[in-house]
């Protein structure tokens, strides 16, 4: 679960920024496999080989990253979906004008 969470923290973090597509979707394949391995063997196992205690802290743990990582990933999509409408020409006009002739000069 530590490598698990650790791969989520790595790719909030900006890790996976400037990194070759191949780089990244190796480490997203790994995650998958870590995931895969992980619910396998929660199957296995059952309570009394793992205390609950220990078994919900580390799930707990891998909850908050996934969350965190979620929340980050919403808010990088915005800020592309952003950019890309401005780029378009798209948003709300700024108020800014050009004191020349009155053409608006930018938008938000």
Do not use: C, W
């Amino acid at each position: 679960m530590r490598r698990l969470a650790r791969l989520f923290r790595i790719e909030r973090n900006g890790g996976f920024d400037r990194r070759p597509p191949a780089l990244i979707a190796r480490l997203i394949e790994r995650r998958g496999i870590l995931v895969d391995e992980l619910r396998m063997t929660l199957q296995r196992r059952s309570i009394t080989d793992t205390s609950p205690t220990e078994l919900d802290r580390s799930l707990n743990a891998l909850a908050r990253e996934v969350e965190r990582t979620l929340d980050h990933v919403r808010a990088r999509l915005e800020e592309i979906s952003n950019d890309l409408r401005l780029s378009r020409g798209e948003g709300l006009p700024t108020g800014i004008r050009n004191s020349s002739n009155g053409q608006s000069l930018g938008k938000i």
